[in-house]
Nanobody, 122 residues
């Protein structure tokens, strides 16, 4: 199982940028599909973006498409979420996640970090 630790959250103004990082333990990080999710106060956790282990393809929720970019550095065992043109509705706790199984782009996400808070003021 992969252990995950997020960082990079904070308080920013609308229109600003922020980059979240997620450091993963384990020597097989490169074989795991990774994702970002978020949970706003009073709302359910929702999908933000994911990146495949197999070819690095990326996928985004419609609400962040064109503003957010997910990437990974396998040499550093780290996945990133670059967030540009932030809006107040992006305020949430952001979670990094790894799929349950290596070498799979369809297994459910089962390993989660502790989350990092992002607050966007208007």
């Amino acid at each position: 199982q992969v252990q995950l630790v997020e960082s990079g959250g904070g308080l920013v103004q609308a229109g600003d940028s922020l980059r979240l990082s997620c450091a993963a333990s384990g020597r097989t990080f490169s074989s795991y599909g990774m994702g970002w999710f978020r949970q706003a106060p009073g709302k359910e956790r929702e999908f933000v973006a994911h990146i495949r282990w197999s070819d690095g393809s990326t996928y985004y929720a419609d609400s962040v498409k064109g503003r957010f970019t997910v990437s990974r550095d396998n040499a550093k065992n780290t996945v990133y979420l670059q967030m540009n043109s932030l809006k107040p509705e992006d305020t949430a706790v952001y979670y990094c996640a790894a799929r349950n199984s290596p070498y799979s782009d369809t297994a459910p996400f089962g390993s989660w970090g502790q989350g990092t808070q992002v607050i966007v003021s208007s």
